[in-house]
């Protein structure tokens, strides 16, 4: 598939437009003058849209064609995110009432939402188009690994840039998806539609995409734990104060980073291991790093332990993309996409809400809660494979 490098650059350009919101939200709350959950509120939107509007995309795509949904889906985040940096440009120097405030950001983060919900399942549908399924997990772990580099760039971009002024990230950011607006129209070649009627008969409890869902939705619940509670973690267990709190996060983030992309490089080179071995693989991994986690008594076993589950991860999320694009029908490749994207949106919002309630319990809970869980997707990724369901 030729054009796996630009889709690989446009995820990269997307994903880091998107994460590099999170560097600088802190800092826009309190100089506009609102409250920390405001904050929470504004990230928790794009797994809102990510619920309701992935299948909606999909959909979309199987109708109108690939490169058509991205172009417009990917113009639309472009133009989002400019409102957002223009109207943040002018609060910092004019602040205006506290309720605009919070009405425009949550306003334009929520069409941020919308547009950026497109991205992942029209990328997966694409794929799934092109390479034939044995090797479609090798195409999604190259994606994977583009998605892991954006989501370590964009905060990294945005907190450089931020010295300059709380704007400029944004402005930087809302760039980003312009350039990859071009890269669609110029480098990914015009797909043929696939299917021009109202209705595709895939429904959103298929049993074709159970298994598929129930990973997707875990695995994303995990990752929004282990980002959720990591800080707390370490300012408890250690007794750090809040600046080596911070750095201790950072560079812990940093390293599972460059190992979940590591992992996905791996993966993507072995074209020839089923896409069930590798979440199963991939799902023995997670529960043992997150089990570990529990236990540590340093910051490099508790660093270890990380760097254990994401290379779960990184054969995971591959391994339930690929086996979405090979359990349906090439007419239904967008839809099926949209639907398992729903489930990680699911696991964006739960993850937060679950994983800090069971915090307050001990801070232990929300890891090991993770590590049961994916030890029930062990358990039910083998059955799925003795009865051959998958292969």
């Not at 390479?131 to 190259?142: G, I, L």
């Not at 990294?156 to 002024?165: E, I, P, T």
């Not at 043929?192 to 875990?218: E, G, N, V, W, Y």
């Amino acid at each position: 598939m030729k054009e796996i490098k630009p889709l690989m650059v446009i995820t990269i350009l997307c994903v880091s437009s998107m994460m590099a919101f999170l560097a600088v939200v802190g800092p826009i709350v309190r100089k506009l003058g609102l409250q920390e959950w405001h904050a929470g509120v504004m990230v928790a939107l794009a797994g809102i849209a990510w619920i309701f509007l992935s299948r909606f995309w999909g959909k979309k795509s199987d109708i109108y064609g690939r490169k058509n949904i991205l172009l417009l889906a990917i113009f639309g985040f472009f133009i989002s995110y400019l409102l957002l940096a223009i109207f943040v440009n002018y609060a910092v120097i004019t602040p205006p009432l506290v309720i605009i405030s919070l009405l425009v950001l949550v306003a334009t983060r929520l069409l941020i939402g919308v547009f950026y919900s497109a991205v992942p399942p029209v990328s997966n549908a694409l794929i799934a188009d092109k390479v034939e399924a044995q090797k479609r997990t090798s195409y999604m772990a190259s994606l994977g690994a583009s998605n892991g580099l954006g989501m370590i760039l964009g905060p990294v971009l945005g907190g450089a840039l931020a010295s300059f002024g709380l704007a400029i990230p944004l402005y930087a950011a809302a760039i980003l998806p312009l350039i990859a607006v071009f890269m669609v129209f110029f480098f990914l070649e015009k797909d043929k539609k696939i299917q021009k009627t109202k209705d595709t008969p895939l429904h959103f409890f298929d049993k074709r995409l159970r298994l598929p869902m129930i990973a997707s939705f875990i695995t994303m619940f995990s990752i929004v734990t282990s980002q959720v509670c990591l800080g707390f973690f370490i300012l408890d267990k250690f007794q750090m104060n809040e600046i080596d709190t911070a750095k201790t996060t950072g560079y812990i983030l940093a390293i599972i980073g460059v190992v979940f992309i590591a992992t996905q490089i791996v993966v993507s080179k072995l074209k020839n291991v089923k896409s069930i071995s590798w979440l199963i693989l991939g799902s023995i991994f997670a529960t043992i790093g997150y089990f570990l986690i529990s236990l540590i008594s340093s910051k490099i076993e508790l660093t270890l332990a990380f760097c254990i589950g994401t290379i779960g991860l990184g054969m995971i999320m591959p391994a339930f993309m690929a086996i979405t694009s090979n359990s349906v029908n090439s007419n239904e490749q967008g839809v099926a996409a949209g639907t398992v994207s729903s489930a990680q949106g699911f696991g964006i919002i739960v993850g937060p809400l679950l994983s800090t309630v069971l915090y307050k319990i001990s801070p232990e809970f929300p890891f090991l809660f993770a590590s049961l869980i994916f030890a029930i997707l062990v358990i039910i990724s083998l059955s799925y494979k003795k009865r051959g369901i998958l292969c």
